[in-house]
Structures are given as structure tokens and as C-alpha cells.
């Protein structure tokens, strides 16, 4: 049972433009949303987070928004760069962190 | 900074064989986690260990077994290979209190022929 689902397999963004990334999960117990970006042959690289309790949380050109009446959240990436070109994750976990629940990732790609 | 670490990078196994995995988490990191990334798929949690207890389960065949030792590394051990277990293994490791920032390994590429 997929609890955490990222529906678009890739994204073709222009650079400059703004990158959005979706995700949606079913469990409503879940506390914490991550993303992670991840290159071939490397491990994920933590991105950015949010807590349930808060619907949104900004990093630099990174921002996360969290609706969870509708179970949804999405990545912002403003704007794009071409070194953004990457796989990006989707993750949930309660707050005993003793586990956590990936998507299916969405590769990127930012176009020069 | 020092990262998780991972070894070896790569393995090259044959069927029915046995092979150990290896992870160091950052510093001061307490609780480590085992993902399996299968090709083209997301990464699957295996099991996680805090302060050297086992904390969580998820969809690790009983031919593996991992453990958290006391200075905090953690070994995963699988026997039996089968062509299946073919795939990426990462360690991520985290610091409790800091439970949502976990920071991954390169991860070990197993290869069962």
C-alpha cells in the first residue's frame, strides 16, 4: 500500500521559471514531510521540511506547502536552475521518526 | 561536515551467498535506518535501529538481519542471495530530536548473479 504517492513521473521546466513538485499521502497520522533530491549513483540529499503543524516552510528558493485537508503537498523551486536537474522525493513519517514512507519520485529536468 | 558512510560501495554476489553491508552515521547521530531501492523504484524502508534497539520493521525478508552496535554503526546481513536483491542499499542515519533531517549514505550496490 502506497501511504505516499508523487503521481508525475518528470517535469521539463525552463530555467528561471518556477518548479513545482506534488506529492499526496493517505495516512492523516503522518507529522513530518520531507524532500529529498537525488542525483544518479549518490545517495538523497535532505532538501527541506515541514511539520503538520504549519503550512508552509521556506528555504532559500525552496518552499514546501502542506494542505492537509487534502492530504497534498508540493515543492516550489523559485526560480529553477539548471543544476536543479534531479530526481526529487517525497517522504512522511510520525513523530517517532521510526520510520519513513517515500514516493516514487519526479524526475526534473531545468532546461538552460 | 562528515557524512554517512557506506561499505563497500559495491558487491558482486552470487545466488545463495551471503553478504554484509556496513554503515557509520554521522557523529553523534543516534538512530540509523536501511532503505532498499530497487531499479526505477522508491526507496523501501527495511528496518531501523535508536540507541541499539531495533525501533521499526518494514518489508525486510527474514533471510536478512541487521544490527546497531555501541559505537552506533549498523551492519545488514543477508543471506540466501537470490537475484532479487539486486539493488541500492542506503543507510540514512538522524539525531532523534532531530528526527525529520535524516542524511542519507551513497548507498551499496549489491549485484546477485
Known amino acids: 500500500d502506497q501511504q505516499v504517492k508523487q503521481n508525475s513521473p518528470s517535469l521539463s521546466v525552463q530555467e528561471g521559471r518556477i518548479s513545482i513538485l506534488n506529492c499526496d499521502y493517505t495516512?492523516?497520522?503522518?507529522?513530518?514531510f520531507l524532500w529529498y533530491k537525488k542525483y544518479p549513483a549518490e545517495g538523497p540529499t535532505f532538501l527541506i521540511s515541514i511539520s503538520s503543524i504549519k503550512d508552509k516552510n521556506e528555504d532559500g528558493r525552496f518552499t514546501v506547502f502542506l494542505n492537509k485537508s487534502a492530504k497534498h503537498l508540493s515543492l516550489h523551486i523559485v526560480p529553477s536552475q539548471p543544476g536543479d536537474s534531479a530526481v526529487y522525493f517525497c517522504a512522511a513519517s510520525t513523530n517517532n521518526f521510526n520510520k519513513f514512507y517515500f514516493g516514487s519520485g519526479t524526475k526534473l529536468n531545468v532546461k538552460p | 561536515a562528515a557524512g554517512v558512510i557506506q561499505s563497500p560501495r559495491h558487491l558482486i554476489k552470487e545466488k545463495r551467498e551471503t553478504a554484509t553491508l556496513k554503515c557509520y552515521p554521522i557523529p553523534r547521530h543516534d538512530t540509523v535506518y536501511w532503505y532498499q531501492q530497487g531499479p526505477g523504484q522508491d526507496p523501501q524502508f527495511l528496518i531501523s535501529?535508536?540507541?541499539?534497539?531495533?525501533?521499526d520493521k518494514g518489508s525486510i525478508p527474514d533471510r536478512f538481519s541487521a544490527q546497531q552496535f555501541s559505537d552506533y554503526h549498523s551492519e545488514l546481513n543477508m543471506s540466501s542471495l537470490e537475484l532479487g536483491d539486486s539493488a541500492l542499499y542506503f543507510c540514512?542515519?538522524?539525531?532523534?530530536?532531530?528526527?525529520?533531517?535524516?542524511?542519507f549514505g551513497p548507498g551499496t550496490r549489491l549485484t546477485v548473479t
Open positions: 540514512a542515519s538522524s539525531f532523534r530530536d532531530r528526527g525529520h533531517e535524516q542524511y
Open positions: 495516512n492523516s497520522m503522518f507529522d513530518y
Open positions: 535501529f535508536y540507541e541499539k534497539m531495533q525501533s
